[in-house]
């Protein structure tokens, strides 16, 4: 068969693209009756009547200026949707968050420009008083922007210049959500493709070790001179050959360029390549994946207007992009963000609501004076914005959302000003004219609305403001020269001062890469500031609330261990699991927490049930193994429950409980009772009654309980385990010490400095040297969080270093290795160690808690976890359980 046959056997497509057809959407009639309606009322006259019922809420009196206000934004809002044909989007979304208020489902306050919306905060879709905080519908909508044309009586509206509304749900129910829309909407969803390019990091890392034959450490240092630009990594392009921006007037309008990394050329010039065939690369598809909250809407079923694939986990996926499927179907994006569920969880066990938390609380801005604790707070956890927040001190919220928005690459370069305007209430002023609008920022355009409230004073409407400030931020060129002519004819007709013309272009200019949405801002500000005042009024239920929802963290242990290091500060401790006292989940114990048994690693989801039906209660270590045979737990189950400590009331070493715990699991049903018989005479000594049972004892016909053919195949069978034992009981403290590290992400039992310090008395921990001056020489133990990052410095001395982060049971230090003694780290380890290993440290303390180490050395100790690890016991690093 030719190609032409083949294609003759399909039917031709043709799809026009003429918009997007919103999806017929119609109003459950109770919902109509509860809001006084009749059935045949219009979805505009429901939208209507839903924002009258969320106005008479906010209980203005009508001699109250805030009543005309509110009104007469409302008023335009939905004259504008109805007009642009958007009422029945604002309904689609109104029904997800609707269903998700019936379900008890959690959602968030609001995110993206849809948070300036009055009617969305009418309708309960935000939780943000968009006037309260200067909050601007244009920036949501625009009609002078969004388009729409009507063909043989059908509305389509022009996706690209579309409205989109954001929705925050919580993480661990969004599940449910698109469950909802795939029933209301039955064959008309899916979700939506995404394509991932190939880096430039990635390209010179695999190219040069597949091409060039080099190793993983010397790419890794290679692609560590491929520089940042506010936060963003530069392709191939700027460090090679460096870029140059507007060069003709760079000195006027100050701008920047990148400059070329002569080091990285130098590398490329040697392995050429290498270079050559990354620089084909760049910029191709490196694989597909999956957008992680848009969700797509059809009109039409989707097997008749959009191509569909399955993703690897078969859920139906859109096979054009998220560019594409938007020109013609809706988009719901629903998050989900387990912000949003820490703070309904704990509101949940307080029996507070959400909405009555004032976020203008002290005891928030109180907390944010000397912030030493982020974990748990919502954005503020992210290591830059922590250090922001920290510079900063934000007083009220406004000042959080300033600290967000400068968090970001571009706007970074802004913090020390804003810092010294909120502690010294100087404002950095660019004109007299533009002070009232730049003076909440300290003279800084940091916000998206800030630009257009400018252009709105010189005389523009919103609508065009909005126009402008696309036009600007998208760098459309020939548009922009337009609008600059524009601007000076509208100062000119207000008769305002010439140079405000200029001064207002140069800001648009100069914002368009770091100003940031205002409405987004402030709503996850505000998210931001309840985890804050949770937190911190209530920490015990905060951190409740993380410990129980690490279960569902790609890492859960890791997860543990950073809540670990917080809540002992907060005069709560994490108690051990104990079979006694623990329930299957974490959970209050006094004005503590108890560890949950379910969540030590090793307890599958599985084994959770089985687990529920472990008697509690034993009277002594053989009951314990029987029990848990009766309970269908397996070997490793009940070794994890050991080797976390939750039997230590009869465990003489853990090591020891474990290797008899695995002995007793070879014995025959009739080995098992004798050896009862026989416990406390040996004192429950299950090798040492086997031993007699072989030796000493015979049955009725005189020979030995346990025939010698039958403990030859014991032997065999337990020897791997005994080797084990025999191993790890060299160092028994510190097997335990791994094994609780391992298997809780905490330890209870002793601490690294205990187990190291006899034989190395000149050891202190990270606790003590974060309080010691800078210049102090340390010799410290830690384990290492995770693999070096290498790179070189961009002094002009072009040192070589390693960097790592390591910690002990109290603390984490950064510690960079450089040059000379980063290759006596690797001679003395056999290479760099790698993420989990033990090492002690020796350096420099300099400042902000770093370590410049003259020496790293990994410890020796090898534990053993498993069986396979009897099969190459040469390695120093120890295994995974």
Same mark, same amino acid.
């Given at each position: 068969?030719?190609?032409?046959?083949?294609?003759?056997?399909?039917?031709?497509?043709?799809?026009? @693209?003429l918009?997007?057809?919103?999806p017929?959407?119609?109003?459950?009639?109770?919902?109509?009756?509860?809001?006084?309606?009749?059935?045949?009322?219009?979805?505009? *006259?429901?939208?209507?009547?839903?924002?009258?019922?969320?106005?008479?809420?906010m209980?203005?009196?009508?001699?109250?200026p805030?009543?005309k206000?509110?009104g007469?934004?409302v008023?335009?809002?939905?004259?504008?949707?109805?007009?642009?044909?958007?009422?029945?989007?604002?309904?689609?979304? $109104?029904?997800?968050?609707?269903?998700?208020?019936?379900?008890?489902?959690?959602?968030?306050?609001?995110?993206?420009?849809?948070?300036?919306?009055?009617?969305l905060?009418? #309708?309960?879709?935000t939780?943000?008083?968009?006037?309260?905080?200067?909050?601007?519908?244009?920036?949501?909508i625009?009609?002078a922007?969004?388009?729409?044309?009507?063909?043989?009586?059908?509305?389509?509206?022009?996706?690209?210049?579309?409205?989109?509304?954001?929705?925050?749900?919580?993480y661990?129910?969004?599940?449910?959500?698109?469950?909802?829309?795939?029933?209301?909407?039955?064959?008309?969803?899916?979700?939506i493709?995404?394509?991932?390019?190939?880096?430039?990091?990635?390209?010179?890392k695999?190219?040069?070790?597949?091409?060039?034959?080099?190793?993983?450490?010397e790419?890794?240092?290679?692609?560590?001179?491929?520089?940042?630009l506010?936060?963003?990594?530069?392709?191939?392009?700027e460090?090679?050959?460096?870029i140059e921006?507007?060069?003709?007037?760079?000195?006027?309008?100050?701008?920047?360029?990148?400059?070329?990394?002569?080091?990285?050329?130098? $590398?490329?010039?040697?392995?050429?390549?290498v270079?050559?065939?990354?620089?084909?690369?760049?910029?191709?598809?490196?694989?597909?994946g999956?957008h992680p909250?848009? @969700?797509? @809407?059809?009109?039409?079923p989707?097997?008749?207007?959009?191509?569909?694939?399955?993703?690897?986990?078969?859920?139906i996926?859109?096979?054009y992009?998220?560019?594409?499927?938007?020109?013609?179907?809706?988009?719901?994006?629903?998050?989900?963000?387990?912000?949003?569920?820490?703070?309904d969880?704990?509101?949940?066990?307080?029996?507070?609501?959400?909405?009555d938390?004032?976020?203008?609380?002290?005891?928030?801005?109180?907390?944010?004076?000397?912030?030493?604790?982020?974990?748990g707070?919502? =954005?503020i956890?992210?290591?830059?914005?922590?250090?922001?927040?920290q510079k900063?001190?934000?007083?009220n919220?406004?000042e959080?959302?300033?600290v967000?928005?400068?968090?970001?690459?571009?706007?970074?370069?802004?913090?020390?000003?804003f810092?010294?305007?909120?502690?010294?209430?100087?404002?950095?002023t660019?004109?007299p004219?533009?002070?009232?609008?730049?003076?909440?920022?300290?003279?800084?355009?940091?916000?998206?609305?800030?630009m257009?409230k400018m252009?709105?004073?010189?005389?523009?409407?919103?609508?065009?403001?909005?126009?402008?400030?696309?036009?600007?931020?998208?760098?459309?060129?020939?548009?922009?020269?337009? $609008?600059q002519?524009?601007?000076?004819?509208?100062?000119?007709?207000?008769?305002?001062?010439?140079?405000?013309?200029?001064?207002l272009w140069?800001i648009l200019?100069?914002s368009?890469s770091?100003?940031?949405?205002?409405s987004?801002?402030?709503?996850?500000?505000?998210?931001?500031?309840?985890?804050v005042?949770?937190?911190?009024?209530?920490p015990q239920?905060?951190y409740?609330?993380?410990?129980?929802?690490?279960?569902?963290?790609?890492?859960?242990?890791?997860?543990?261990a950073k809540?670990?290091k917080?809540?002992?500060?907060?005069?709560?401790?994490?108690l051990?699991?104990?079979?006694?006292?623990?329930?299957?989940?974490?959970?209050?114990?006094?004005?503590?927490?108890?560890?949950?048994?379910?969540?030590?690693k090793? #307890?599958?989801?599985?084994?959770?049930?089985?687990?529920?039906?472990?008697?509690?209660?034993?009277?002594d270590?053989?009951?314990?193994?029987?029990?848990?045979?009766?309970?269908?737990?397996?070997i490793?189950?009940?070794?994890?429950?050991? =080797?976390?400590?939750?039997?230590?009331?009869?465990?003489?070493?853990?090591?020891?409980?474990?290797?008899?715990?695995?002995? $007793?699991?070879?014995?025959?049903?009739?080995?098992? =009772?004798?050896?009862r018989?026989?416990?406390?005479?040996?004192?429950?000594?299950?090798?040492?009654?086997?031993?007699?049972?072989?030796?000493?004892?015979?049955?009725?016909?005189?020979?030995?309980?346990?025939?010698?053919?039958r403990?030859?195949?014991?032997?065999?069978?337990?020897?791997?385990?005994?080797?084990?034992?025999?191993?790890?009981?060299?160092?028994?403290l510190?097997?335990?010490?791994?094994?609780e590290?391992r298997?809780?992400?905490?330890?209870?039992?002793?601490?690294?400095?205990?187990?190291?310090?006899?034989?190395?008395?000149?050891?202190?921990?990270?606790? *003590?040297?974060?309080?010691?001056?800078?210049?102090?020489?340390?010799d410290?133990?830690?384990?290492?969080?995770?693999?070096?990052?290498?790179?070189?410095s961009?002094?002009?001395?072009?040192?070589?270093?390693?960097?790592?982060?390591?910690?002990?049971?109290g603390?984490?230090l950064?510690?960079?290795?450089?040059?000379?003694?980063?290759?006596q780290?690797?001679?003395?380890?056999?290479?760099?160690?790698?993420?989990?290993?033990?090492?002690?440290?020796?350096?420099?303390?300099?400042?902000?808690?770093?370590?410049?180490?003259?020496?790293?050395?990994?410890?020796?100790?090898?534990?053993?976890?498993?069986?396979?690890?009897?099969?190459?016991?040469?390695?120093?690093?120890p295994?995974?359980?």
């Amino acid at each position: 068969m030719n190609v032409t046959e083949f294609l003759d056997q399909f039917e031709s497509l043709n799809v026009p @693209i003429l918009g997007v057809r919103l999806p017929e959407f119609a109003i459950v009639p109770k919902y109509k009756l509860d809001l006084g309606l009749k059935e045949e009322a219009s979805n505009y *006259e429901f939208l209507r009547v839903l924002c009258l019922r969320g106005f008479h809420a906010m209980k203005f009196n009508k001699n109250d200026p805030k009543y005309k206000e509110y009104g007469d934004r409302v008023k335009h809002e939905l004259a504008n949707m109805n007009e642009l044909g958007f009422v029945d989007y604002m309904l689609m979304v $109104w029904d997800v968050i609707n269903y998700c208020n019936e379900n008890q489902i959690p959602t968030g306050l609001g995110r993206g420009s849809a948070a300036g919306s009055l009617v969305l905060y009418l #309708i309960g879709v935000t939780k943000i008083d968009p006037i309260k905080y200067g909050l601007y519908f244009e920036r949501f909508i625009s009609k002078a922007r969004a388009k729409k044309q009507i063909i043989d009586g059908i509305t389509y509206l022009d996706g690209s210049l579309m409205c989109d509304v954001d929705m925050d749900i919580c993480y661990y129910n969004r599940q449910k959500v698109l469950s909802y829309l795939e029933t209301k909407f039955g064959g008309k969803t899916s979700k939506i493709l995404t394509f991932n390019t190939l880096s430039a990091k990635l390209l010179i890392k695999e190219v040069g070790k597949i091409v060039g034959n080099k190793t993983e450490e010397e790419m890794t240092r290679v692609t560590g001179m491929i520089p940042k630009l506010h936060g963003i990594v530069q392709g191939l392009d700027e460090t090679y050959y460096g870029i140059e921006h507007n060069p003709e007037d760079q000195n006027k309008n100050g701008k920047w360029k990148i400059e070329p990394v002569q080091e990285f050329i130098e $590398w490329c010039k040697a392995n050429p390549l290498v270079f050559e065939i990354a620089y084909k690369l760049k910029d191709l598809n490196k694989n597909k994946g999956v957008h992680p909250s848009g @969700i797509l @809407i059809s009109f039409d079923p989707l097997e008749t207007s959009c191509p569909t694939e399955l993703s690897s986990d078969k859920d139906i996926v859109s096979s054009y992009d998220m560019n594409w499927v938007s020109l013609f179907t809706v988009k719901l994006d629903a998050l989900g963000l387990r912000g949003v569920s820490v703070v309904d969880d704990v509101c949940k066990k307080l029996k507070i609501n959400m909405m009555d938390i004032d976020l203008e609380n002290p005891s928030i801005y109180r907390a944010l004076q000397d912030l030493k604790y982020p974990h748990g707070l919502f =954005q503020i956890e992210a290591d830059l914005a922590c250090k922001f927040a920290q510079k900063v001190k934000p007083r009220n919220l406004n000042e959080l959302s300033a600290v967000l928005a400068l968090a970001r690459p571009g706007a970074m370069q802004f913090i020390d000003k804003f810092a010294t305007f909120t502690t010294t209430g100087v404002v950095d002023t660019i004109h007299p004219f533009f002070e009232d609008i730049l003076s909440e920022t300290g003279g800084v355009c940091l916000y998206q609305e800030q630009m257009m409230k400018m252009a709105h004073k010189i005389g523009f409407t919103l609508d065009e403001a909005e126009i402008l400030r696309r036009i600007v931020g998208k760098k459309k060129i020939e548009e922009a020269k337009a $609008w600059q002519e524009k601007i000076k004819q509208k100062v000119a007709e207000n008769k305002l001062d010439p140079s405000i013309s200029d001064i207002l272009w140069k800001i648009l200019e100069d914002s368009a890469s770091y100003s940031f949405n205002k409405s987004h801002s402030v709503a996850y500000a505000a998210l931001s500031a309840l985890t804050v005042y949770l937190k911190f009024n209530y920490p015990q239920e905060f951190y409740l609330s993380l410990l129980r929802m690490t279960r569902n963290e790609p890492d859960p242990i890791r997860e543990i261990a950073k809540i670990h290091k917080e809540m002992h500060n907060f005069g709560i401790e994490l108690l051990p699991p104990s079979l006694v006292l623990s329930n299957m989940d974490f959970d209050i114990e006094g004005k503590n927490i108890r560890f949950g048994l379910s969540s030590i690693k090793g #307890i599958s989801e599985k084994t959770i049930e089985k687990l529920r039906d472990f008697q509690r209660a034993h009277s002594d270590k053989f009951d314990v193994f029987e029990s848990a045979k009766q309970a269908g737990l397996n070997i490793g189950a009940l070794s994890a429950l050991i =080797q976390a400590g939750c039997l230590d009331k009869f465990a003489k070493t853990r090591t020891l409980l474990v290797y008899e715990a695995q002995l $007793w699991n070879k014995l025959k049903p009739k080995e098992k =009772q004798q050896a009862r018989v026989l416990a406390e005479k040996y004192n429950f000594s299950i090798a040492k009654i086997v031993k007699v049972m072989h030796s000493e004892l015979k049955d009725e016909k005189s020979k030995p309980l346990i025939k010698e053919s039958r403990m030859e195949t014991l032997k065999k069978n337990t020897a791997p385990y005994k080797a084990i034992y025999e191993q790890n009981s060299i160092a028994e403290l510190f097997a335990n010490w791994w094994y609780e590290k391992r298997l809780l992400g905490y330890v209870t039992c002793t601490t690294l400095l205990d187990i190291f310090s006899s034989k190395k008395p000149s050891l202190v921990s990270i606790g *003590e040297i974060l309080n010691m001056p800078d210049g102090r020489y340390v010799d410290f133990v830690g384990f290492i969080e995770e693999d070096a990052q290498l790179g070189t410095s961009r002094t002009a001395k072009k040192s070589r270093y390693a960097k790592y982060m390591i910690s002990d049971e109290g603390g984490t230090l950064k510690v960079m290795i450089f040059n000379d003694s980063l290759d006596q780290c690797r001679l003395l380890n056999g290479g760099l160690p790698k993420a989990e290993a033990i090492v002690i440290v020796k350096g420099v303390r300099k400042s902000d808690d770093t370590i410049f180490a003259n020496e790293i050395a990994c410890q020796q100790n090898q534990i053993y976890t498993k069986l396979s690890d009897l099969k190459d016991d040469t390695k120093d690093d120890p295994k995974d359980t």
